[in-house]
């Protein structure tokens, strides 16, 4: 069984996959964020990686969305591409935005044993998680992250669909751990 490493950023972790299968579902197994706007349906273009070694020549559906120097420069689609042997994959970086507003408190620097906990906002598409002083309810820190459900679309009908088809159960929130690195 071939091994797919994948690299988001500073983090590197390896999963096995079966041969052939879809790169989009074996980044999905590494519970690294990838997503993927049209569900892995080959229309929106938008699930670009880039591949260092290990993945099949690419179909039709690449090859339409992507130029030959794209290609050249090993530019794939994950929801099209597939795993042949061991293979390493390289993750865009994403930009997840909250809209979740506070204003930093620092008090916990001068209340040493003030009682902490985590609030987390889980969202179908962001997920954010935020430090606080439970006699005070004051924000010392939060962070955000994207929902591993981006893998199965951009929409909420596209994730309750892929949901209903059994595929998102595996995967469906990994990121309140990112969020709380
Ligand atoms: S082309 Fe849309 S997710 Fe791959």
């Known amino acids: 069984m071939p091994t797919l490493t994948v690299i988001?950023?500073?983090?590197?972790r390896t999963v096995s996959v079966a041969a052939g299968a879809l790169l989009g579902g074996a980044i999905a197994q590494s519970g690294l964020p990838l997503e993927q706007p049209c569900a892995g349906r080959g229309t929106c273009g938008k699930?670009?990686?880039?591949?260092e070694a290990g993945i099949a020549a690419p179909g039709e559906?690449?090859?339409?969305?992507?130029?030959?120097?794209?290609?050249?420069?090993?530019?794939?689609l994950a929801c099209c591409a597939r795993v042949a042997?061991?293979?390493?994959v390289v993750l865009a970086p994403l930009a997840v935005n909250s809209a979740k507003a506070?204003?930093?408190?620092?008090?916990?620097?001068?209340?040493?044993?003030?009682?902490?906990?985590?609030a987390i906002d889980l969202g179908?598409?962001?997920?954010?998680?935020?430090?606080t002083l439970l006699d005070t309810?004051?924000?010392?820190?939060?962070?955000?992250?994207?929902?591993?459900?981006g893998v199965y679309g951009a929409d909420v009908i596209s994730r309750l669909a892929a949901a209903q088809g059994m595929?998102?159960?595996?995967?469906?929130v990994a990121p309140p751990g990112r969020c709380v690195d």
Do not use: I, W
Not at 61 to 76: G, S
Not at 124 to 129: G, I, P, Q, Y
Not at 137 to 149: D, T
């Open 8 to 12: 988001s950023g500073n983090t590197t």
């Open 47 to 51: 699930c670009r990686v880039l591949v």
């Open 61 to 76: 559906v690449e090859r339409q969305h992507l130029t030959p120097e794209e290609l050249a420069l090993n530019n794939r």
């Open 85 to 88: 042997t061991d293979a390493v």
């Open 102 to 118: 506070f204003h930093a408190s620092d008090a916990y620097k001068t209340q040493p044993n003030a009682p902490l906990g985590m």
């Open 124 to 131: 179908s598409t962001t997920v954010a998680a935020f430090l």
């Open 137 to 149: 309810g004051e924000v010392c820190a939060g962070a955000a992250s994207l929902n591993q459900q």
């Open 167 to 172: 595929r998102a159960r595996s995967a469906p």
